[in-house]
C-alpha cells in the first residue's frame, strides 16, 4: 500500500473506434454494440487496470472511474503501513492491545481470511511479520546499510506470531496477547481488486477485469463471447516474458515470486517474502507460485503462503485441498513448470 495521492482517473478506450450495430429490420433500427473500455491510474505504488464491457457513455465511464478511485481510496486509508493516519497504522501504533479494538468492516474481514490461511499454512503466511519485513527495508522504514544479524532478527521475530490475535465479528474488533505490528501487503492488494470487483457490479457492469499490479479478478466475458486471457509471467527480472496463458470467466487470479521485488548486497539477492519462521527472505527453488480461486484476497494470500513453504510443501497441500495452483520451479536445465490437478481446467493450448 502506498500514500501517493490518486491522480485523476483515465479512461481510454481499448477499441480506438466504436461501431453502433445495425439490426436489418424495418426501419433500420440501431443499438450500440458493446465495446471494452479501459479505466487506469496509479495506486499503491504500482498501476491499476480495469476493463468493462458496455456501450459508449462517456458520463457513466466518468462516474465509474471516480468511483473506484474512491474505492481505492477507502482501502488506503485502512489498510496501509505507509500512511500514517490509516485505520492500520493507528492500530499497529497502540502500545495496549489486550482489549478489544473495534475494526471496520473491511480490515475485519481482510484479518479474519489472513488469520484462515495463517492457520491452513501452518504459519508460512503470517501478516504480523510485518517488524522483520521493516527491519530488511521492504517497508516503510529505509533499507539497512547492511543486512541484520541474527541477534536482531531474534528479537524482532520474538514480536511476531499470528496466533496472538484474537477476533471477534460482531462487532468487528480484535485483541492481541501482546502488541502486534500488522502487515497487510501480501493481502489488501487482493482485497483492493475484489472491492473494485464488488463496486462495479453494484454499479451493473456484468462483465469486467479488474488488475492491480498483478493480482486480477475476472467475471463475464468479452464482447465476441471469449472467456479472459491472463498471461502467467516467466519468472526472470530482465524482461517480460509469458510461461503459460489461462482462461477465466468469473475467477480471480494471483502469484508471488521472488523475481521482481529484491534487492542485492555484497553479491547476494534478498527476495521481499520473508519467512516468518526463520525471519530471513525465502531461498529455495520455486520462483513463482500462482493461484487461482475464488476471490483476489484469498488467491493473493495463498500465492504467498505458498511461496515461502516451497514447491514440495506447497504442492502437496494444494492438492489435498484441490486447489488450482501453478508452480513455476529452477531445476537443472532451466524453469520447469507443474501444477495441480484442479488448475488444468484453466489451461490452453
Not at 204 to 225: D, T
Amino acid at each position: 500500500m502506498t500514500s501517493r495521492m490518486f491522480r485523476p482517473v483515465r479512461v481510454v478506450m481499448v477499441s480506438v473506434f466504436w461501431t453502433l450495430a445495425v439490426a436489418a429490420l424495418a426501419g433500420c433500427s440501431f443499438e450500440p454494440e458493446e465495446k471494452i473500455w479501459e479505466i487506469a491510474g496509479p495506486v499503491f505504488g504500482t498501476q491499476y487496470h480495469i476493463n468493462v464491457v458496455l456501450t459508449e457513455d462517456e458520463s457513466r465511464l466518468e462516474n465509474l472511474g471516480s468511483g473506484i478511485e474512491q474505492v481505492l481510496e477507502d482501502v488506503d486509508a485502512s489498510m496501509s503501513t505507509w500512511r500514517e493516519d490509516s485505520e492500520l497504522s493507528r492500530l499497529n501504533r497502540r502500545e495496549d492491545q489486550s482489549e478489544w479494538i473495534e475494526l471496520s468492516e473491511p480490515l475485519y474481514e481482510v484479518l479474519f481470511v489472513a488469520a484462515e490461511v495463517s492457520s491452513l499454512t501452518d504459519g508460512a503466511f503470517d501478516v504480523t511479520i510485518g517488524p522483520v519485513v521493516n527491519l530488511w527495508g521492504f517497508g516503510p522504514d529505509a533499507r539497512p546499510d547492511q543486512v541484520p544479524d541474527d541477534q536482531e532478527l531474534k528479537a524482532k521475530l520474538d514480536q511476531t506470531g499470528y496466533e496472538h490475535i484474537e477476533l471477534k465479528s460482531d462487532p468487528p474488533a480484535m485483541r492481541a496477547h501482546r502488541p502486534q505490528y500488522i502487515d497487510l501487503s501480501a493481502i489488501a492488494k487482493g482485497y483492493a481488486v475484489d472491492a473494485v470487483a464488488r463496486y462495479l457490479e453494484e454499479a451493473g457492469v456484468g462483465a469486467y477485469l479488474v488488475e492491480i499490479g498483478g493480482e486480477v479478478r475476472v467475471n463475464g466475458r468479452k464482447p465476441n463471447g471469449d472467456a479472459w486471457r491472463l498471461a502467467i509471467e516467466e519468472p526472470v527480472s530482465e524482461r517480460r516474458q509469458i510461461n503459460r496463458v489461462v482462461a477465466l470467466d468469473r475467477q480471480a487470479m494471483a502469484t508471488s515470486g521472488d523475481y521482481r521485488n529484491y534487492y542485492e548486497s555484497e553479491g547476494r539477492r534478498y527476495s521481499h517474502t520473508i519467512d516468518p519462521e526463520t525471519g530471513k527472505p525465502i531461498r529455495h527453488k520455486l520462483a513463482s507460485v500462482t493461484v487461482i480461486a475464488e476471490n483476489t484476497m484469498l488467491a493473493d494470500a495463498l500465492a504467498t503462503g505458498f511461496n515461502v513453504m516451497g514447491f514440495e510443501r506447497a504442492q502437496a497441500l494444494a492438492t489435498r485441498e484441490n486447489m488450482a495452483a501453478y508452480f513455476i520451479v529452477r531445476g537443472d536445465n532451466g524453469f520447469e513448470a507443474h501444477y495441480t490437478p484442479a488448475f488444468t481446467a484453466y489451461l490452453t493450448d
